[in-house]
Protein backbone atom coordinates (compact mmCIF):
# COMPACT_ATOMS: atom_id res chain seq x y z
CA UNK A 1 0.00 0.00 0.00
CA UNK A 2 1.02 3.66 -0.89
CA UNK A 3 2.00 6.14 2.02
CA UNK A 4 -0.43 6.51 5.25
CA UNK A 5 -2.68 9.40 3.93
CA UNK A 6 -2.84 11.96 6.45
CA UNK A 7 -6.94 11.40 7.20
CA UNK A 8 -5.74 8.17 8.50
CA UNK A 9 -3.16 10.23 10.89
CA UNK A 10 -2.36 13.65 12.03
CA UNK A 11 -6.12 14.95 10.49
CA UNK A 12 -7.75 11.91 11.55
CA UNK A 13 -9.84 14.27 13.99
CA UNK A 14 -11.22 15.73 11.16
CA UNK A 15 -13.07 11.99 10.33
CA UNK A 16 -16.24 12.17 13.16
CA UNK A 17 -17.32 15.51 11.44
CA UNK A 18 -17.21 13.58 7.91
CA UNK A 19 -20.86 12.13 7.78
CA UNK A 20 -23.72 11.37 10.58
CA UNK A 21 -23.04 7.66 11.57
CA UNK A 22 -26.36 7.95 12.98
CA UNK A 23 -27.97 8.14 9.58
CA UNK A 24 -25.64 7.76 6.31
CA UNK A 25 -23.85 4.82 7.49
CA UNK A 26 -26.93 3.58 9.07
CA UNK A 27 -29.01 3.08 5.73
CA UNK A 28 -25.60 1.31 4.45
CA UNK A 29 -25.39 -0.92 7.78
CA UNK A 30 -28.80 -1.63 7.21
CA UNK A 31 -28.50 -3.17 3.48
CA UNK A 32 -25.29 -4.83 5.13
CA UNK A 33 -27.69 -6.51 7.92
CA UNK A 34 -30.32 -7.79 4.97
CA UNK A 35 -27.49 -9.46 2.70
CA UNK A 36 -26.02 -11.07 5.73
CA UNK A 37 -29.39 -12.48 6.63
CA UNK A 38 -30.51 -13.00 3.14
CA UNK A 39 -27.47 -15.59 2.43
CA UNK A 40 -25.80 -16.56 5.38
CA UNK A 41 -26.14 -20.48 5.67
CA UNK A 42 -25.46 -20.72 9.58
CA UNK A 43 -26.79 -18.44 12.33
CA UNK A 44 -25.36 -15.07 12.26
CA UNK A 45 -23.97 -13.54 15.39
CA UNK A 46 -20.33 -12.68 15.07
CA UNK A 47 -19.26 -10.40 12.63
CA UNK A 48 -15.77 -9.13 11.79
CA UNK A 49 -15.40 -5.05 10.25
CA UNK A 50 -12.05 -5.40 8.43
CA UNK A 51 -11.29 -2.24 8.06
CA UNK A 52 -13.35 -0.31 10.42
CA UNK A 53 -11.62 2.89 10.18
CA UNK A 54 -13.88 5.49 12.41
CA UNK A 55 -16.13 2.70 13.90
CA UNK A 56 -19.09 4.58 12.21
CA UNK A 57 -20.70 0.79 10.38
CA UNK A 58 -19.82 -0.51 14.08
CA UNK A 59 -21.63 1.68 15.32
CA UNK A 60 -25.05 0.36 13.38
CA UNK A 61 -24.12 -3.50 13.02
CA UNK A 62 -23.08 -4.10 16.43
CA UNK A 63 -26.92 -3.51 16.92
CA UNK A 64 -27.50 -6.63 15.14
CA UNK A 65 -24.29 -8.69 15.67
CA UNK A 66 -21.31 -9.20 18.07
CA UNK A 67 -18.83 -6.57 16.17
CA UNK A 68 -14.78 -6.68 16.69
CA UNK A 69 -13.51 -4.39 14.18
CA UNK A 70 -9.96 -4.37 13.10
CA UNK A 71 -7.90 -1.25 11.18
CA UNK A 72 -3.98 -0.33 10.07
CA UNK A 73 -4.66 3.04 11.49
CA UNK A 74 -4.18 3.46 15.58
CA UNK A 75 -5.31 6.89 15.27
CA UNK A 76 -8.78 5.73 14.03
CA UNK A 77 -9.20 2.78 16.22
CA UNK A 78 -8.86 5.26 18.92
CA UNK A 79 -11.76 6.73 17.39
CA UNK A 80 -13.70 3.96 16.91
CA UNK A 81 -12.90 2.52 20.44
CA UNK A 82 -14.26 6.10 21.49
CA UNK A 83 -17.38 6.01 19.82
CA UNK A 84 -18.05 2.01 20.52
CA UNK A 85 -16.52 1.27 24.24
CA UNK A 86 -18.23 -2.05 24.54
CA UNK A 87 -16.65 -3.25 21.04
CA UNK A 88 -13.24 -5.22 20.59
CA UNK A 89 -10.87 -3.49 18.12
CA UNK A 90 -7.59 -4.99 16.99
CA UNK A 91 -4.48 -3.33 15.41
CA UNK A 92 -3.84 -5.28 11.85
CA UNK A 93 -3.45 -4.87 8.12
CA UNK A 94 -5.74 -6.84 6.02
CA UNK A 95 -3.71 -8.74 4.02
CA UNK A 96 -1.85 -10.94 7.09
CA UNK A 97 -3.90 -10.24 9.83
CA UNK A 98 -4.07 -13.97 12.10
CA UNK A 99 -6.69 -14.26 14.82
CA UNK A 100 -7.37 -17.50 16.80
CA UNK A 101 -10.94 -17.10 16.10
CA UNK A 102 -13.50 -17.23 13.28
CA UNK A 103 -16.45 -15.14 12.70
CA UNK A 104 -19.75 -16.14 11.22
CA UNK A 105 -20.12 -12.51 8.93
CA UNK A 106 -16.77 -10.26 7.62
CA UNK A 107 -17.24 -6.69 6.16
CA UNK A 108 -15.11 -5.46 4.21
CA UNK A 109 -16.28 -1.61 3.07
CA UNK A 110 -14.26 0.92 0.86
CA UNK A 111 -11.19 0.14 3.12
CA UNK A 112 -10.69 -2.43 0.42
CA UNK A 113 -9.62 0.14 -2.19
CA UNK A 114 -6.55 0.71 -0.80
CA UNK A 115 -5.43 -2.63 -2.74
CA UNK A 116 -3.39 -1.45 -5.21
CA UNK A 117 -3.14 -4.66 -7.63
CA UNK A 118 -4.60 -8.28 -7.98
CA UNK A 119 -1.97 -9.72 -5.59
CA UNK A 120 -2.41 -7.57 -2.75
CA UNK A 121 -6.89 -8.00 -3.48
CA UNK A 122 -6.06 -11.83 -3.36
CA UNK A 123 -4.74 -11.82 -0.29
CA UNK A 124 -7.02 -9.90 1.37
CA UNK A 125 -9.72 -11.36 0.23
CA UNK A 126 -8.15 -14.98 1.28
CA UNK A 127 -7.45 -13.59 4.75
CA UNK A 128 -11.32 -12.49 4.97
CA UNK A 129 -11.79 -16.39 3.85
CA UNK A 130 -9.71 -17.89 6.61
CA UNK A 131 -11.77 -16.01 9.31
CA UNK A 132 -14.84 -16.14 8.33
CA UNK A 133 -16.62 -19.95 9.82
CA UNK A 134 -18.48 -22.50 6.66
CA UNK A 135 -21.41 -21.28 5.76
CA UNK A 136 -20.64 -17.41 6.98
CA UNK A 137 -21.20 -14.21 4.67
CA UNK A 138 -18.27 -11.46 3.39
CA UNK A 139 -19.93 -8.22 2.36
CA UNK A 140 -17.17 -6.63 0.46
CA UNK A 141 -18.16 -2.79 -1.19
CA UNK A 142 -15.21 -1.07 -3.02
CA UNK A 143 -15.62 2.51 -3.33
CA UNK A 144 -16.12 2.62 -7.21
CA UNK A 145 -15.13 -0.22 -10.32
CA UNK A 146 -13.79 0.70 -13.57
CA UNK A 147 -17.73 0.49 -14.74
CA UNK A 148 -18.69 2.54 -11.98
CA UNK A 149 -15.85 5.14 -11.75
CA UNK A 150 -16.66 8.84 -12.95
CA UNK A 151 -13.80 10.60 -14.29
CA UNK A 152 -12.50 14.15 -12.53
CA UNK A 153 -15.63 13.29 -9.95
CA UNK A 154 -15.94 16.07 -7.44
CA UNK A 155 -17.93 16.40 -3.85
CA UNK A 156 -18.11 19.31 -1.41
CA UNK A 157 -19.66 17.97 2.08
CA UNK A 158 -20.04 20.62 4.72
CA UNK A 159 -18.85 18.89 8.18
CA UNK A 160 -21.55 17.82 10.53
CA UNK A 161 -22.04 20.48 12.78
CA UNK A 162 -22.69 18.71 15.63
CA UNK A 163 -19.16 17.11 15.57
CA UNK A 164 -17.42 20.28 15.26
CA UNK A 165 -15.42 21.40 18.01
CA UNK A 166 -16.42 24.96 19.47
CA UNK A 167 -15.35 27.67 16.73
CA UNK A 168 -14.66 25.31 13.70
CA UNK A 169 -16.21 24.77 10.84
CA UNK A 170 -14.86 22.51 8.32
CA UNK A 171 -15.99 21.74 4.51
CA UNK A 172 -14.87 18.35 2.48
CA UNK A 173 -13.71 18.68 -0.75
CA UNK A 174 -13.40 15.12 -2.64
CA UNK A 175 -11.73 14.55 -6.28
CA UNK A 176 -10.96 10.97 -7.80
CA UNK A 177 -9.17 11.28 -11.42
CA UNK A 178 -7.25 8.55 -13.00
CA UNK A 179 -4.14 9.51 -14.78
CA UNK A 180 -3.73 6.43 -16.42
CA UNK A 181 -6.76 4.39 -17.54
CA UNK A 182 -4.43 1.33 -18.64
CA UNK A 183 -3.29 0.91 -14.89
CA UNK A 184 -5.60 -0.59 -12.03
CA UNK A 185 -4.86 2.93 -9.98
CA UNK A 186 -6.53 6.45 -9.23
CA UNK A 187 -6.19 8.90 -7.41
CA UNK A 188 -8.85 10.68 -4.90
CA UNK A 189 -7.19 14.29 -3.53
CA UNK A 190 -8.53 15.93 -0.46
CA UNK A 191 -9.32 19.29 0.30
CA UNK A 192 -10.05 20.02 3.84
CA UNK A 193 -11.31 24.04 4.24
CA UNK A 194 -10.92 24.22 8.02
CA UNK A 195 -11.98 27.83 9.71
CA UNK A 196 -11.06 28.23 13.10
CA UNK A 197 -12.59 30.78 14.92
CA UNK A 198 -13.18 32.31 11.37
CA UNK A 199 -9.74 32.14 10.08
CA UNK A 200 -9.13 29.53 7.19
CA UNK A 201 -6.55 26.89 6.66
CA UNK A 202 -6.38 24.67 3.74
CA UNK A 203 -4.91 21.56 4.39
CA UNK A 204 -4.27 18.63 1.17
CA UNK A 205 -4.24 14.90 1.41
CA UNK A 206 -3.33 12.29 -1.53
CA UNK A 207 -5.08 8.55 -1.57
CA UNK A 208 -3.98 6.15 -3.98
CA UNK A 209 -6.28 3.66 -4.28
CA UNK A 210 -7.13 0.42 -6.82
CA UNK A 211 -9.17 0.36 -9.18
CA UNK A 212 -10.41 -3.50 -10.64
CA UNK A 213 -13.67 -4.17 -13.25
CA UNK A 214 -16.32 -6.18 -12.01
CA UNK A 215 -15.16 -8.96 -13.50
CA UNK A 216 -11.82 -9.16 -11.64
CA UNK A 217 -13.55 -8.81 -8.49
CA UNK A 218 -15.67 -11.91 -9.73
CA UNK A 219 -12.81 -13.51 -10.38
CA UNK A 220 -10.58 -13.19 -7.20
CA UNK A 221 -13.69 -13.88 -5.18
CA UNK A 222 -14.14 -17.10 -7.32
CA UNK A 223 -10.48 -18.30 -7.01
CA UNK A 224 -10.23 -17.69 -3.31
CA UNK A 225 -13.32 -20.46 -3.01
CA UNK A 226 -16.37 -18.12 -2.75
CA UNK A 227 -19.87 -18.44 -4.06
CA UNK A 228 -20.03 -14.76 -5.19
CA UNK A 229 -23.53 -12.58 -5.58
CA UNK A 230 -23.70 -8.99 -6.59
CA UNK A 231 -26.04 -6.30 -5.56
CA UNK A 232 -26.67 -3.05 -5.90
CA UNK A 233 -26.58 -0.43 -3.19
CA UNK A 234 -27.67 3.53 -3.94
CA UNK A 235 -26.87 6.06 -1.88
CA UNK A 236 -27.94 9.48 -3.20
CA UNK A 237 -26.77 9.95 -7.01
CA UNK A 238 -23.98 7.21 -6.23
CA UNK A 239 -24.37 3.38 -7.00
CA UNK A 240 -21.81 1.01 -5.78
CA UNK A 241 -21.27 -2.85 -6.77
CA UNK A 242 -21.61 -4.86 -3.57
CA UNK A 243 -20.18 -9.19 -3.57
CA UNK A 244 -22.17 -10.98 -1.34
CA UNK A 245 -19.77 -13.97 -0.68
CA UNK A 246 -20.67 -17.46 0.82
CA UNK A 247 -18.47 -19.61 2.16
CA UNK A 248 -19.52 -22.77 1.55
CA UNK A 249 -20.75 -25.32 4.22
CA UNK A 250 -18.02 -27.51 3.32
CA UNK A 251 -14.58 -25.19 3.05
CA UNK A 252 -12.15 -26.52 5.32
CA UNK A 253 -9.99 -23.13 5.58
Not at 18 to 39: F, K, M, N, P, V
Not at 75 to 84: D, G, I, P, T
Not at 170 to 195: A, H, W
Amino acid sequence: MSEKPRLYADLAWLWPMWGDHRDEYARYSAHITRLIRQYARRPVASLLDISCGGGKNVFNLKHAFQVTGLDLSPVMLNLASSLNPECEFIIGDMRTFSLDRKFDAVVMDDGISYMLNRTDLAEAMGNAFSHLEPGGVLIATPDVTTETFRQNLTTCTPGVREYQPEGVDVVFVQNVYDPDPRDEQYESTMIYLIREHGRLRVETDRHVLGIFSRNVWMQVLIDVGFEVHCEAFTDGENEYIMFACVKKSDATC
